[in-house]
């Protein structure tokens, strides 16, 4: 499997949850990854959808699943989505003492690993654990609800990030999170993320494949300047 230099990963929580498959199918061409947000109503206000909703899911769709756990205790919760077929299980920082511990489990499940920063956490104290993981979320927004308004300085996390990966030879995702859409991807894309979710620009597009391509498009200018 070739590895494609940037992903861009719809995130449903922005997609009618009444027509889930059709909203998915809708984008199985054009996206690399698919972001499922799971909220618990703990560790964020919001509650979303959980286990049953993608394993039932995953028959419907080739798209490799991005899960992305805003959940307390996912030490408990999150190898149940590996099982249930994730590519990718990301769970916050904030929400985990061990996340080197979880960070292993979830490999020997079979999926990647991912570990997410929420907005008002700092990069720093999680920069030497990144070699246990293969995905590193920084959140453009604080977690816990689509549609909300990209912050710039946040940006911030994602520049120490990419200089330490590059420093250190890791081989890691940057992905980033939250407002993501056609005048903010550039800059992120900028800073050094490689990996962007959008719910909002795609689901709330006209058509949602067009949608991701142009995102695309608008990452990988920005990434290579040309
Ligand atoms: C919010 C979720 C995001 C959300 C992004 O906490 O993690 O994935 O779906 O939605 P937009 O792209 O609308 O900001
Ligand atoms: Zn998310």
């Keep these: ?14 997609a009618d949850f009444a027509r889930l498959a059709d909203e998915v199918r809708a984008v199985e061409h054009a996206a690399d990854w698919l972001h499922v947000d799971v909220m618990d109503n703990h560790f964020v206000p919001n509650l979303t959808i959980g286990l049953p909703v993608v394993q039932s899911l995953r028959a419907a769709t080739q798209l490799p699943f991005d899960v992305h756990l805003m959940i307390e205790d996912p030490r408990r919760w999150a190898p149940g989505y590996a099982d249930a077929g994730a590519y990718n ?13 979880l960070a292993k489990d979830l490999r020997s499940a079979g999926a990647k690993a991912g570990l997410a920063i929420d907005r008002d956490t700092p990069i720093e104290p999680y920069l030497d654990l990144l070699p246990s993981f293969d995905t590193l979320l920084i959140m453009t927004i604080k977690a816990g609800f689509g549609g909300q308004r990209f912050i710039p300085q946040l940006l911030d996390k994602v520049r120490t990030a990419r200089q330490h990966i590059a420093s250190g030879h890791l081989e890691l995702r940057i992905e980033v999170d939250g407002g ?9 894309a900028a800073a050094g993320a ?23 498009g608008l990452a990988e200018r920005a990434t290579t300047g040309a």
């Design 1 to 14: 499997m070739t590895v494609p230099p940037l992903i861009v990963a719809p995130s449903i929580l922005a």
């Design 89 to 101: 299980v990301t769970f916050h920082a904030e929400a985990c003492d061990d996340p080197v511990a």
């Design 180 to 188: 993501i859409a056609a005048d903010t991807i550039e800059q992120a």
């Design 194 to 216: 490689d990996a962007f979710v959008a719910g909002t620009a795609v689901y709330g597009a006209d058509d949602p494949a067009e949608a991701v391509r142009r995102l695309r």
